[in-house]
């Protein structure tokens, strides 16, 4: 070869000593993007632990709170038993007694129930027939507006603004 045409192999031997090799450039960078690689993999599978034990957390407060729900409600209704079984407990008691001690622990069990947003649906005649409340058990003829309760024959309840059971009421027949 010519001395003014350089091989690209004689380049100036400064030059080579300080400029990595392509290769050795492209292997550094494998190397940093497989150690960021890793990093990422071990926040990935950290992250994904951490949503399995919230999941899991999770999930055992929901079997505790369904197996604890009634819980309160059951404690709520003890002074109700201790009632009636000291109702009962009275031999010789007078119907008075008997109605009063009945009387007493009928309060006390709404209490509890009330306590616990059980709540009565008793409408009174004349009120709008509600579907989602009430069910008709049949139309009657009577002087008051048609579809609107005539008796009650049943009370309903509602839980937390959740219907229970629907009241079972007659209903004003059109005229």
Not at 39 to 46: F, H, Q
Not at 51 to 71: G, L, M, S
Not at 134 to 139: G, V
């Amino acid at each position: 070869m010519s001395e003014n045409n350089p091989s690209p192999d004689s380049s100036n031997p400064a030059e080579a000593a300080s400029a990595p090799a392509p290769e050795q450039e492209l292997a550094a960078q494998l190397a940093e993007l497989q150690a960021k690689n890793a990093e990422l993999a071990d926040l990935y599978l950290r992250a994904q632990a951490d949503v399995q034990n919230a999941r899991r957390r999770a999930d055992e407060e929901i079997a505790k709170t369904r197996k604890f729900a009634v819980e309160a409600f059951a404690e709520s209704l003890l002074p109700v038993i201790d009632s009636l079984e000291a109702g009962l407990a009275i031999p010789n008691g007078t119907v008075e007694q008997i109605r009063e001690g009945s009387e007493a622990t009928l309060r006390q069990l709404k209490s509890a129930l009330e306590r616990h947003k059980v709540v009565e649906i008793n409408p009174a005649a004349g009120t709008k027939f509600d579907p989602g409340q009430h069910q008709a058990i049949s139309m009657v003829p009577a002087d008051q507006e048609a579809n609107t309760v005539v008796t009650v024959l049943q009370k309903g309840y509602l839980i937390a603004e959740r219907v229970l059971r629907p009241a079972l009421v007659t209903v004003a027949a059109p005229k």
